[in-house]
T-cell receptor
Framework: ETGVTQTPRHLVMGMTNKKSLKCEQHLGHNAMYWYKQSAKKPLELMFVYSLEERVENNSVPSRFSPECPNSSHLFLHLHTLQPEDSALYLC?????????????FGSGTRLTVV | RKEVEQDPGPFNVPEGATVAFNCTYSNSASQSFFWYRQDCRKEPKLLMSVYSSGNEDGRFTAQLNRASQYISLLIRDSKLSDSATYLCVVNPQGDSGAGSYQLTFGKGTKLSVIP
């Protein structure tokens, strides 16, 4: 596989459930990101990892918990979410955290919280 | 003033037309600029970086005006396949320093190319 792969593509969960989103990149990049895209809003940066170390947490509620076990994998653990958390969650990677390279995005997980 | 502002559109243009999108940004210290394309229910994909001298890639031309703090994207000879939302993206910090990875996205401009 090449590029950035996200699973699952779609997820419906209740407010009391616990689920995880997975992201894997095959590009040899050292930086990985989680973004949230809600309807009629610009993409919002949630977390940034550089060489498996979290370097940015953009005031994200604790019900979202990221994990980066190695530079190729990134997880977003979800628990006790709210309906307003329904959105498209996008993973991205770049060679380094310097952004002159642009990002490569995964296809996203469309999350619905019921 | 919003950090990155774009006309949401939609822009409905016939095939073969030339269409231009503008984007303004609020942080005069911004260093890196990009245009991304996002198809309906898909992920954003990097279309092109925007350089101070302007740059061209086939039918697409990007321009940067630092004095006026705006970026433009020109699409010539529009194709049906150009229909998408075009996102203006700015890095307020450049390639170094704290927050250098903090890309800021506009809401996007929707383009529909009509047969």
């Amino acid at each position: 596989e090449t590029g950035v792969t996200q699973t699952p593509r779609h997820l419906v969960m209740g407010m009391t459930n616990k689920k995880s989103l997975k992201c894997e990149q095959h590009l040899g990049h050292n930086a990985m990101y989680w973004y949230k895209q809600s309807a009629k809003k610009p993409l919002e940066l949630m977390f940034v990892y550089s060489l498996e170390e979290r370097v940015e947490n953009n005031s994200v509620p604790s019900r979202f918990s990221p994990e980066c076990p190695n530079s190729s994998h990134l997880f977003l653990h979800l628990h006790t979410l709210q309906p307003e958390d329904s959105a498209l969650y996008l993973c991205a990677s770049s060679p380094w955290t310097g952004t002159n390279y642009g990002y490569t995005f995964g296809s996203g997980t469309r999350l619905t919280v019921v | 003033r919003k950090e990155v502002e774009q006309d949401p559109g939609p822009f409905n243009v016939p095939e073969g037309a030339t269409v231009a999108f503008n984007c303004t940004y609020s942080n005069s210290a911004s260093q890196s600029f990009f245009w991304y394309r996002q198809d309906c229910r898909k992920e954003p994909k990097l279309l092109m970086s925007v350089y101070s001298s302007g740059n061209e890639d086939g039918r697409f031309t990007a321009q940067l005006n630092r004095a006026s703090q705006y970026i433009s994207l020109l699409i010539r000879d529009s194709k049906l396949s150009d229909s998408a939302t075009y996102l203006c993206v700015v890095n307020p910090q450049g390639d170094s320093g704290a927050g250098s990875y903090q890309l800021t996205f506009g809401k996007g401009t929707k383009l529909s190319v009509i047969p």
